[in-house]
């Protein structure tokens, strides 16, 4: 018996390369730690994943922008119509708001932080994600955390703190606290789009509350670098 065909009958990558192209279709299929080396692979699964219902009517998947070696990651909740279009987070009205937060201390969406969600495909008609397709796509951003290695992680929004960290508390409870999560910081802060809802900028609104977290937020990065 020669040793290539000892080595197809025991070698286990076959069983194990076969299980990871099963992973976009079934959500049962476990995706553990080092599944994936880049963006690129994470987003040729996404692209044609069906793990949960939201594949039969997504355009594109959404993988994230900015920079892949960044030390914060912003976490969002879900891809809405300009993101399904484009195929990238945060390119609405929303995501314009988010650029202009960045500059306000000093950082920049393409070089000083790379942006995510929860969850990679459009719910229809912008509805918040189900349990059931945050569960079935949540591997997919902790392998992205893991390749990323962000030191600060920001959730904005109620939706990206229970996805990631399980925690139902409401974001006008805890945003601005720094919260530890395997041996990162995360602070939970408001979504910009509850910030275009409530455009006041009087001292205790929603606008004056994201300033001061992004000052500790900037302030923090410097302390960290």
């Not at 929860?118 to 949540?138: G, Q, S």
């Not at 962000?150 to 720094?178: E, N, V, Y």
């Not at 409530?198 to 001061?212: A, D, H």
Request: aromatic content about 6%; proline content about 8%; some cysteine.
């Amino acid at each position: 018996m020669s040793s290539d065909l000892q080595l197809s009958l025991f070698d286990n990558n076959q069983s194990a390369t076969f299980q990871t192209d099963s992973i976009p279709a079934n959500a049962k299929i476990p995706i553990p730690p080092g599944t994936y080396q880049n963006m690129e692979q994470i987003g040729e699964h996404c692209n044609r994943c069906y793990r949960c219902e939201l594949g039969n009517t997504r355009t594109h998947a959404v993988i994230g922008r900015g920079n892949p070696q960044a030390s914060i990651l912003i976490v969002g909740e879900a891809p809405g119509q300009n993101e399904d279009e484009t195929g990238l987070p945060f390119v609405g009205r929303s995501g314009q708001l988010l650029d202009k937060i960045l500059e306000s201390v000093g950082l920049s969406a393409e070089t000083d932080v790379f942006i995510a969600n929860v969850i990679k495909c459009r719910p229809p008609n912008n509805r918040p994600p189900t349990a059931k397709e945050i569960e079935a796509c949540k591997p997919y951003l902790l392998e992205q955390i893991r390749i990323l290695d962000p030191k600060i992680i920001l959730l904005t929004g109620a939706t990206a703190l229970k996805g990631l960290l399980s925690d139902k508390r409401p974001i006008s409870k805890i945003r601005g606290q720094w919260i530890e999560w395997e041996n990162r910081l995360c602070m939970p802060i408001f979504h910009p789009s509850y910030l275009l809802r409530n455009p006041s900028r009087e001292p205790e609104t929603p606008k004056w509350y994201m300033w001061q977290d992004m000052q500790a937020i900037k302030a923090k990065l410097d302390e960290l670098k």
